[in-house]
């Protein structure tokens, strides 16, 4: 069993920044795949950045390329996301889940464990 807890969400103006943690716990997490997705009201489930936990590669949305970055600390077994120059649109629920494979995927269904969201509005 995999238990994964958000922090760091909240208010900000257009242009700010923000870092999301994702702390991990279960299990070892050397052959998984942890991502960060987020959902706007009214919307689907959207995939944002992704990381392997092993290697340390990662791979981004393009709605998110250049302004965030997914970063891991092994020691503490905690996943981060670190979002600047945030804009209104990304405004949403954001998510941290965890793929039980190392074959990257995009898609929600795919991922494994959830964690229960934290909220990051942006005001214009």
């Known amino acids: 069993q995999v238990q994964l807890v958000e922090s760091g969400g909240g208010l900000v103006q257009a242009g700010g920044s923000l870092r999301l943690s994702c702390a991990a716990s279960g299990r070892t997490f050397s052959s998984t795949i942890m991502g960060w997705f987020r959902q706007a009201p009214g919307q689907e489930r959207e995939f944002v950045a992704l990381?392997?936990?092993?290697?340390?590669?990662?791979y981004y949305a393009d709605s998110v390329k250049g302004r965030f970055t997914i970063s891991r600390d092994n020691a503490k077994n905690t996943v981060y996301l670190q979002m600047n120059s945030l804009k209104p649109e990304d405004t949403a629920v954001y998510y941290c889940a965890a793929r039980l494979s190392t074959i990257l995927a995009v898609t929600p269904p795919l991922y494994d464990y959830w964690g229960q969201g934290t909220q990051v509005t942006v005001s214009s």
């Open positions: 990381i392997r936990w092993s290697g340390g590669s990662t």
